[in-house]
Structures are given as C-alpha cells and as structure tokens.
Nanobody, 124 residues
Framework: QVQLVESGGQLVQAGGSLRLSCAAS????????MGWFRQAPGKEREFVAT????????AYADSVKGRFTISRDNAKNTVSLQMNSLKPEDTAVYYC?????????????????WGAGTQVTVSS
C-alpha cells in the first residue's frame, strides 16, 4: 500500500514557476515508477510526466516538454515536478501517481495509487 500526498499548488501569474512535491508513505517507494497527471475542469485526466523507479528514464507530454522537469529522491520518498514558464492552459488539478514496477508509464490506468491532487491556477 502506498499513500501519496501532493503539495505546492497555488495561484501564479503566466510566465512564473512552481514546484510541486509528492510525499509517499511506505518503505518500497524505490520499487515504484511515478507519474504526474493533471485534470482541468470539463476535461479528462491527462499525462504530464513520468519517471522510472530508478530515476534513469523520464518522459514528458509534448505540451510541457522543455518547461517541466520531473525528479525523485528515493531516500526521501518524494517525487517533484518543477514547472517553469507556466501558461494559463496549465491550470488544472495536478495528481501524483505510483505504478508498481520499474518502468514508467503514460496511461492513467497503469497506475495503482493516486494522491488527492493539488490545484494549480495560472492567471493571464
């Protein structure tokens, strides 16, 4: 069982930066691939970024590539999402998710555990 708690979401102006963090419970964090997803009002949940259990493999959605950076610290059981050059279309609830196994994944259905989400609002 893994429990995930996101933090760091807030209101920010376009062009600004935010860093989201996700704290995971349990002693097996390093055996889970992790992902960040987001969901805007009226839209489906969409993939943002993912990282393998070791941190060596990473993938991003095209919409955030070059602006967002995912990282993890297996010693601290945390995964982070650094978001730069934010745009109003980045406004959404951001979710952290854990997937059993080493390989990363971009489909929500492949993830076993989800956090409650943190709201990111980017004003124009």
């Amino acid at each position: 069982q893994v429990q995930l708690v996101e933090s760091g979401g807030q209101l920010v102006q376009a062009g600004g930066s935010l860093r989201l963090s996700c704290a995971a419970s349990g002693r097996t964090f390093s055996s889970y691939a992790m992902g960040w997803f987001r969901q805007a009002p009226g839209k489906e949940r969409e993939f943002v970024a993912t990282i393998s259990s070791s941190g060596r493999s990473i993938a991003y959605a095209d919409s955030v590539k070059g602006r967002f950076t995912i990282s993890r610290d297996n010693a601290k059981n945390t995964v982070s999402l650094q978001m730069n050059s934010l745009k109003p279309e980045d406004t959404a609830v951001y979710y952290c998710a854990a997937k059993s196994g080493r390989a990363y994944a971009i489909l929500p259905r492949e993830y076993n555990y989800w956090g409650a989400g943190t709201q990111v609002t980017v004003s124009s």
